[in-house]
Structures are given as C-alpha cells and as structure tokens.
C-alpha cells in the first residue's frame, strides 16, 4: 500500500483552478473535469460521471462555503496520480450545506484506495476548523499559499 498520502502532496499534484463557472454542480463538475489533468487511466467523461453520480446520493458541501466532491469508489489505480484540485466558483450555488452556506470552494478529491481518501477527509477536515486557513479559502489563495498553511498546520 505504501506510505500514507499527505494531502499536502495532493495539493499540489492538483492545484488550484480559479472562475469554474456553473450554476449547477452537473455543469460545475463537466467545467472542471475539462480543466483538471487526469491520468492516461481513467477518462474525462468516467470522472465527470462518477462526481455526478456521487453528488445524486448526498451532497458533498460540508459547510463555511466548502464542498469536498469525490467518486463513491476509487478511480485511480496508481497512488502516484491521486490528487485533489481546489475550484473556487465564479458564483457560488446552493448545495444544501449542513449550515446552508452556498458553495464557493471544491476540493475535488481523486484516489486509488479507501485508506488515502479516509485519510484525505480527516486532514482536509482538520484544515477547515482552522480559521486562518479558512480566511485564505475566502480570499482565493493560490496553491503556493495554501500549501504552505497547511504544511505549517499538518
């Protein structure tokens, strides 16, 4: 299985795209699977299909304006290509948050393997109670910023 995934390295495999127009996560979700770099392994149209899909059994928003799509199952097969692409919106939708806050930002989460993405969520999740971090979130920081916080926090 090898080491476990730090989410800063999936950071910064991933990136960060900036004005993802849409007005609804199925136009979201078809915007930034066009954009992201994918593997040779999978396609654009299977992730597209998958982030859909997850997203009609439960919304992915967890709140403070932040949504975390992911795939049901894994999509990846190599631990080397999984990722996870920050997307800010040019305007934010309402995805029926826990705290009703319409969504601005999308860590979109790609992996190969269960333990990585459980591991994904908790760090992620630890990086959102972080009010510092939130404040770079809402100012639209580039990737370089986040990385270093969220090095500094892990």
């Known amino acids: 299985m090898g080491k476990p995934q730090n989410v800063v390295d999936l950071l910064k495999r991933g990136g960060v795209l900036f004005n993802v127009e849409g007005k609804t996560t199925d136009e979201i979700y078809k915007n930034i699977t066009d954009s992201v770099s994918l593997p040779d392994e999978v396609t654009k149209e299977g992730v597209y ?16 304006g932040i949504a975390l799509p992911h795939c049901r199952g894994t999509i990846l097969k190599n631990n080397e290509n999984q990722q996870i692409t920050v997307c800010y919106l040019k305007d934010p939708i309402d995805m029926n948050a826990p705290d009703a806050r319409h969504v601005y930002v999308m860590f979109v989460i790609l992996t190969a393997n269960s333990q990585t993405h459980l591991q994904v969520l908790s760090q992620l999740a630890a ?6 971090f939130k404040q770079l979130l809402e100012k639209k920081s580039g990737i370089d910023e986040l990385v270093k916080l969220a090095e500094s926090l892990m």
């Open 49 to 64: 299909a998958a982030l859909c899909d997850r997203e009609r059994v439960m919304s992915t928003a967890v709140g403070y």
């Open 127 to 132: 990086l959102f109670k972080d009010d510092n």
